[in-house]
C-alpha cells in the first residue's frame, strides 16, 4: 500500500470540500445581523469542521505510515530473527554429532595380565581419549556385542515400529540347534518391530536379530550388506560381519576399538541408547504369549552398574561363543557426569569379563577425575 497516495487524496478531498463552503457562504446573502457576534460564531463554526476533519485525517495517514513502516521492519527483525534461529537449530544439531573415534596420547594407561580380557579399550568421552588400553587394536570375534550393529542399523531403517513380523521355524530351529540366545518369539507369532529391537538387544535373541533382518531387508545376507556398509560409513577399518547375530565365523571379527565406535554412533541414537539401557521389558501381548515375554538385560541380570562405586554403568551388551570368549561394551558415568565408554572382548568366561569391567570403571574413572 502507498501511503503517500492516500495522503494525498485526503488532502484534495478535504479542500474540494473546503472550496465548496466557502463558495456556498459567499452566495449566502447577509441578514441585518450578520455582523453580529453570533453570527461570527457560526462562520469559525463552519470553517473549523472542515479543517479538524482535514487534520484528523492528515495525522491519520501519518499514524497509518509510521505503523506500516513499523510493522514491516519488525516482519524483517522477525524473519531476520527466524532465519538466524534456523541456522542456530542447524549448527547445534551439526554440533550434536559427536566424535566416535577417541584419540591416543601419551597418557594411555597399557592394561596387564590383571585384566582377564585379550582386548580391552577404556575411553573417556567427554575429552575424546583413551585412558586404558590392551590390544585394542588386535582383531577378535565380537560374539552377540555385534548386534549393537544389528540395532543401529534396524533402527536407522524402521519407518514404522508398529508394523509386524511373523516368526518362522527356518529362524527359530536353527537357533535352537546351535543352543544360540533366544528371546522365546515361537514360529507363527506376529511381532512388532519394538518387540523385536528390545528382544535382539536385552536377552541377546537371535530369533528377533534375524526377524528384522528378514524384516528389513528380505535376508539375512542382505541384511548383513547394509551392516558392512554402515562400517564403511563409519570409517571401521578392522571390522567385517558375515551375520547379524554374532554366531561365530573366521570372516566376522571386529577390534576393541572399533567397536567402542560402533557403540558411540548407537548411543547417539536416543532409541539405541535407551533399549541399550534397559534392563527389563515385557514385550506386547500375542495368541502365542497372552502375558508377553518378560526381557531382561543379559549384562544387569549379572550386576547392577553401581558396583564400581565411584561410577555407575549405565547400560551395554555382552556376547559370549567358544572362539570368542566373552565380550562386553558398555557405557557409563563417573561421579561428576563424565561418560566413558569400556569395550573387553575374549575375557575366558563370563565372570572374569564383568569383573574386568567393574575394577576397571573403579579404578580408572578415578585416576582420571583426579
Known sequence: MDNNSNRKDYEEYFSHIEKSLYEKKEKTPLRANSVRKPLVKKKTTVLNVPLLIKAAAIVLAVVLVFVFAFSLKSCKKTDKKSALDKTVAVTAEKEEKKPIFAKEDDGLIKLGEDINSKAVVFIDAYKNRIVAGKNMYEKMYPASTTKIMTLLVA????????????????????????????????????????????????????????????????????????????????????????????????????????????????????????????????????????????????????????????????????????????????????????????????????????????????????????
Request: net charge negative; with cysteine; hydrophobic share 30%.
Open 155 to 370: 533402527v536407522e531403517n524402521i519407518k514404522d515400529y508398529s508394523d509386524t513380523f511373523k516368526m518362522t521355524n527356518t529362524i527359530t530351529d536353527p537357533l535352537y540347534r546351535a543352543e544360540a540366545t533366544v528371546a522365546g518369539f515361537s514360529a507363527g507369532e506376529v511381532i512388532n518391530m519394538k518387540d523385536l529391537i528390545y528382544g535382539t538387544i536385552l536377552p541377546s535373541g537371535g530369533d528377533a536379530a534375524l526377524g528384522l533382518a528378514v524384516k528389513i531387508s528380505g535376508s539375512e545376507q542382505e541384511f548383513v550388506k547394509l551392516m558392512n556398509e554402515k562400517a564403511k560409513e563409519l570409517k571401521l577399518t578392522s571390522t567385517h560381519f558375515t551375520n547379524c547375530t554374532g554366531l561365530f565365523d573366521a570372516d566376522h571379527y571386529t577390534t576393541a576399538y572399533d567397536m567402542s565406535a560402533i557403540l558411540r554412533e548407537a548411543m547417539q541414537n536416543p532409541l539405541c541408547k535407551e533399549v541399550l539401557s534397559t534392563y527389563k521389558y515385557t514385550t506386547s501381548k500375542t495368541e502365542k504369549h497372552p502375558d508377553g515375554i518378560e526381557l531382561e538385560s543379559t549384562m544387569f541380570k549379572y550386576m547392577y552398574g553401581t558396583e564400581p562405586e565411584n561410577a555407575t554403568i549405565l547400560g551395554g551388551k555382552t556376547g559370549y561363543v567358544g572362539e570368542s570368549g566373552f565380550c562386553l561394551a558398555s557405557f557409563g558415568e563417573g561421579k561428576n557426569g563424565k561418560e566413558y565408554v569400556c569395550v573387553t572382548l575374549s575375557a575366558p568366561t563370563r565372570w572374569p569379563g564383568i569383573f574386568d569391567q567393574i575394577n576397571i570403571y573403579k579404578k580408572y574413572t578415578k585416576e582420571n577425575e583426579k
